[in-house]
């Protein structure tokens, strides 16, 4: 099984700061197979970025994915308000599919 | 637009059988895998299993010999059933589209995702 690991475990950050979250896989993922998703309290979560770095349909340009191999990363340009949320990693390359444990960003 | 709507009981003794649907309106069932995912109460999200709209099944193997995925194309639904559920199945559970395929520049690319949700339905396993 392919672990996620996701740092840091929580980010306090002032809006329109600039946020990077990391995601560190415990084996090699296609970058094909990585996904970032934003779960809001009590909401299902919402896919942001698909394939490392793909903004999923109706995605602001803020959000970025890179990386590769075992290392990717969530950027938020600029935050605003309604970003402060939690945010997984996926991996849906190598079954059982997997999630990050997550990155609470709140505001500072 | 793909909207999934989804329900099932909330509420279940230790031993029972869990018992959702997952209703897809705006898009077919057909071409797309359909999955589902759990998340404990203030936890991680985990992956249960999918299934592909002709019937084939993927399963997470921690829970793969309690867990049964079918789908109804011609209701435009799909199910999850979980046996035997314990205090360690309480959860929220979603029901999720699995889109794999991008067609792009005449050919298809493999980048699968989670691109719509349900709502959610919280499973409480308590005697």
């Known amino acids: 099984e392919i672990v996620l690991t996701q740092s840091p475990g929580t980010l306090s950050l002032s809006p329109g700061e600039r946020a990077t979250l990391s995601c560190r896989a415990s084996?090699?993922?296609?970058?094909?197979?990585l996904g970032w998703y934003q779960q809001k309290p009590g909401q299902a979560p919402r896919l942001l970025i698909y394939?490392?770095?793909s903004r999923a349909t109706g995605i602001p340009d803020r959000f970025s994915g890179s990386g590769s191999g075992t290392d990717f990363t969530l950027i938020i340009s600029r935050l605003e308000h309604e970003d402060f949320a939690v945010y997984y990693c996926?991996?849906?390359?190598?079954?059982?599919?997997?999630f990050g444990q997550g990155t609470k960003l709140e505001i500072k | 637009q793909v909207q999934l709507q989804q329900w099932g009981a909330g509420l279940l003794k230790p031993s029972e059988t869990l018992s959702l649907t997952c209703a897809v309106y705006?898009?077919?069932?057909?071409?797309?895998?359909w999955s589902w995912i759990r998340q404990p109460p203030g936890k991680g999200l985990e992956w249960i299993g999918e299934i592909k709209y002709s019937g084939n099944t993927f399963y997470n193997p921690s829970l793969e010999s309690r867990v049964t995925l079918s789908v109804d194309t011609s209701k435009s639904q799909f199910s999850l059933i979980l046996s035997s559920v314990t205090a360690a199945d309480t959860a929220v559970y979603y029901c999720?589209?699995?889109?794999?395929?991008?067609?792009?520049?005449?050919?298809?690319?493999?980048?699968?995702?989670?691109?719509?949700w349900g709502q959610g339905t919280l499973v409480t396993v308590s005697s």
């Open positions: 996926q991996q849906h390359g190598s079954s059982p599919y997997t």
């Open positions: 084996q090699t993922v296609s970058s094909r197979y």
């Open positions: 394939g490392a770095s």
């Open positions: 705006g898009e077919s069932l057909t071409g797309y895998y």
């Open positions: 999720a589209r699995v889109f794999h395929y991008d067609y792009v520049g005449g050919s298809y690319r493999h980048y699968p995702r989670f691109d719509s």
